[in-house]
């Protein structure tokens, strides 16, 4: 069975940085492309950046470049999400899910993250 | 950046109606298109890609459709576990975007 459980979530001062894991099982990691999702509270969908199965090539919405970085370690089975500079809008629900040819079959719980002093 | 644009972003309906959910692109993203259901608290879930493909285990009563920078998503016959937000999303180009969601509820 496929899990994708996220972690890391909380509650951050403005400025401040937290860094998302995901924690995947039941395929073979190595072989998937995988994504960060977000939504903020009342809000909708935002895609914020995918990263290759191999870790070589990484793409992210234009708005968050710079201050949030994607990686990997496929030998842990694990995907990250490093955000510096965090600000209240980043306040949200953040999803890792695992890509299909651009969609998401499968997502995990999401971890909250808020961005408030 | 590609827009996608939802319509409606409400829609009210009973049990056993037609809808339909109308997604525009601001440019021709071909057919690379997704539908998702959402329901409160939940992470999404996939219905929909290649705008009418429908994903394995999803009820035949939803269906997608079109190209280029118009597409529709239907559910023939709502049911009472349909009333949920309706998201349909790019994969074209990056970045990839959302719609803003369409909402059905109970009329």
């Known amino acids: 069975e496929v899990q994708l459980v996220e972690s890391g979530g909380g509650l951050v001062q403005p400025g401040g940085s937290l860094r998302l894991s995901c924690a995947a099982s039941?395929?073979?990691?190595?072989?998937?492309?995988m994504s960060w999702v977000r939504q903020a509270p009342g809000k909708g969908l935002e895609w914020v950046a995918n990263i290759k199965y191999d870790g070589s090539e990484k793409y992210y919405v234009d708005s968050l470049k710079g201050r949030f970085t994607i990686s990997r370690d496929n030998a842990k089975n694990s995907l990250y999400l490093q955000m510096n500079s965090l600000r209240a809008a980043d306040t949200a629900v953040y999803y890792c899910a695992r890509e299909r040819y651009g969609s998401w079959v499968y997502w995990g719980q999401g971890t909250l993250v808020t961005v408030s002093s | 950046d590609i827009q996608m644009t939802q319509s409606p972003s409400t829609l009210s309906a009973s049990i056993g109606d037609r809808v339909t959910i109308t997604c525009r692109a601001s440019?021709?993203?071909?057919?690379?298109l997704a539908w998702y259901q959402q329901k409160p608290g939940k992470a999404p879930k996939l219905l929909i890609y290649?705008?009418?493909n429908l994903e394995s285990g999803v009820p035949s009563r939803f269906s997608g459709s079109g190209s280029g920078t118009e597409f529709y998503f239907t559910i023939s016959s709502l049911q009472p576990d349909d009333f949920a937000t309706y998201y349909c999303q790019h994969y074209n180009s990056y970045p990839w975007t959302f719609g803003q969601g369409t909402k059905v509820e109970i009329k």
């Open positions: 039941g395929f073979t990691f190595s072989s998937y492309w």
């Open positions: 290649k705008a009418s």
């Open positions: 440019q021709s993203i071909s057919g690379s």
